[in-house]
């Protein structure tokens, strides 16, 4: 599925939350989309998968269609898990969630998948696991990743999983900090930005 964004902002009750922001990414792409505390990150997120309807701005596919074939993992306040959970009750809601069955047998294959205690309290899985987990689980054809920096300053927390489900296909869209997007192997797009660089594409 390709995304393409045209101009979309999003209007709050105490003015702008996102200026207007333009991106298109496809299958098998990867688009970093980063910008400054404030800059409208899970507005962002929110309006590209549909869960979000923007006050200006066009979106391709429509928003029923962004909805049904895409996640928004991790984002603050949004889709976040309940850090006080058991890593087992995160997983079987996380899979129910995407579409997948959460049952005992499932939630114990996707634990020692990626080596995680079920009892564990989910906000001690480290960032690396975390992220991995989180986005396996959900498996749509447009994946976000929305500030995964917020959990380490170190990139290679969740660069990898980004380009692995870029790699199976999907297209996908990490939505970071200015200062983390400099760490970074490509140019990132900018939030409030309409002229943007092509993303990264993984699959040729």
């Not at 009750?13 to 299958?27: C, D, F, K, Q």
């Not at 995160?90 to 049952?103: C, D, I, P, Q, T």
């Not at 992220?131 to 500030?147: E, S």
């Not at 296909?169 to 309409?194: D, I, K, M, S, Y």
Request: with cysteine.
């Amino acid at each position: 599925m390709e995304l393409l964004a045209d101009r979309v902002a999003v209007g709050g009750a105490h003015g702008e939350v996102l200026a207007a922001t333009s991106l298109r990414v496809g299958p098998g792409a990867l688009a970093v989309v980063a910008g400054e505390p404030g800059a409208g990150h899970t507005a962002f997120g929110l309006a590209i998968t549909g869960r979000l309807r923007p006050s200006a701005g066009t979106l391709s596919p429509g928003a029923g269609v962004l909805r049904a074939r895409s996640a928004l993992v991790d984002a603050p306040g949004v889709s976040e898990p309940e850090g006080a959970l058991r890593t087992a009750d995160v997983v079987a809601e996380a899979l129910v969630l995407a579409g997948r069955r959460g049952g005992r047998r499932e939630v114990a294959a996707v634990l020692a998948e990626h080596g995680l205690d079920a009892a564990t309290r989910f906000e001690a899985v480290p960032a690396r696991e975390r992220i991995a987990l989180l986005a396996g689980i959900a498996r749509p054809d447009l994946l976000v990743l929305d500030t995964p920096d917020r959990h380490s300053g170190d990139p290679d927390t969740w660069w990898p999983t980004a380009l692995h489900h870029a790699g199976q296909g999907r297209a996908v869209v990490v939505l970071c900090g200015a200062a983390t997007a400099r760490l970074l192997p490509v140019t990132p797009a900018l939030l409030g930005e309409t002229d943007q660089p092509e993303p990264l594409e993984t699959v040729q």
